[in-house]
């Protein structure tokens, strides 16, 4: 099993540029989130989906902020315009519908100069 | 709304045993979760108890549920240096999918 699978790893960019976060999800899983890691706020939900569909996005910060999944297999979360402040590591994770569990990527590290 | 707590920092010596503790808010919590983080990797989950339960066991962790007083610790025995990372604590309420995490601790094992 390849486990939840992230990309890229690092994105480096200046501000006002457009950053895509992409996922793919365990197969068969049918929940997905994505989650913000900073040294300030630590663990930060923003999104998640169930069955494809957007369940809750009360942690999106702001509009600058847009998450999809057009399938079960893929996500993205996009940032537009990027703030120096974005700067965190993103995480997604998926979770089967029967299980408890929830399983993460190994996260992005985003670096908005 | 959910509330977890967890102490930023804990040193053991390798080979002695670790608690990790853990309070939280919600009453309606229904499972509470144990995540391993190395540096510069994802949360890795080592397990997870149903809040009916006191108490669960995995190997060398275990996990014990004070739930009148809101209290979760993780228990590492034998600590080695390998299990040198941050440990956060996570609730999911009620039917909720989403999962609230602690701050984390940072566990340094000594030689």
């Known amino acids: 099993d390849a486990g939840v699978i992230q990309s890229p790893r690092h994105e480096v960019t200046e501000m006002g540029q457009e950053v895509t976060l992409r996922c793919k999800p365990i197969s068969g899983h049918n929940s997905l989130f994505w989650y913000r890691q900073t040294m300030m706020r630590g663990l930060e939900l923003l999104i998640y989906?169930?069955?494809?569909?957007?369940?809750?996005d009360s942690g999106m910060p702001e509009d600058r902020f847009s998450a999809k999944m057009p399938n079960a297999s893929f996500s993205t979360l996009k940032i537009q315009p990027s703030e120096p402040r974005d700067s965190a590591v993103y995480f997604c994770?998926?979770?089967?519908?029967?299980?408890?569990?929830?399983?993460f990527g190994p996260g992005t590290r985003l670096t908005v100069t | 709304g959910e509330d977890v707590e967890q102490s930023l920092f804990l040193s053991v010596r390798e080979g002695d045993s670790s608690v990790i503790n853990c309070t939280y808010t919600?009453?309606?919590?229904?499972?509470l979760y144990w995540y391993k983080q190395e540096p510069g990797a994802g949360l890795q989950l080592l397990t997870y108890i149903f809040s009916n339960m006191d108490m669960k066991q995995d190997q060398r962790l275990t996990v014990l549920l004070n739930k009148k007083d809101k209290h979760l610790s993780l228990r590492i025995a034998d600590t080695q240096t390998g299990d040198s990372a941050i440990y956060f604590c996570a609730e999911r309420s009620g039917s909720a999918r989403q999962l609230t995490f602690g701050s984390g601790t940072q566990l340094t094992v000594l030689p």
């Open positions: 919600d009453s309606s919590s229904t499972y």
């Open positions: 994770a998926s979770s089967p519908h029967t299980g408890n569990e929830q399983y």
């Open positions: 989906f169930n069955n494809n569909v957007p369940i809750d």
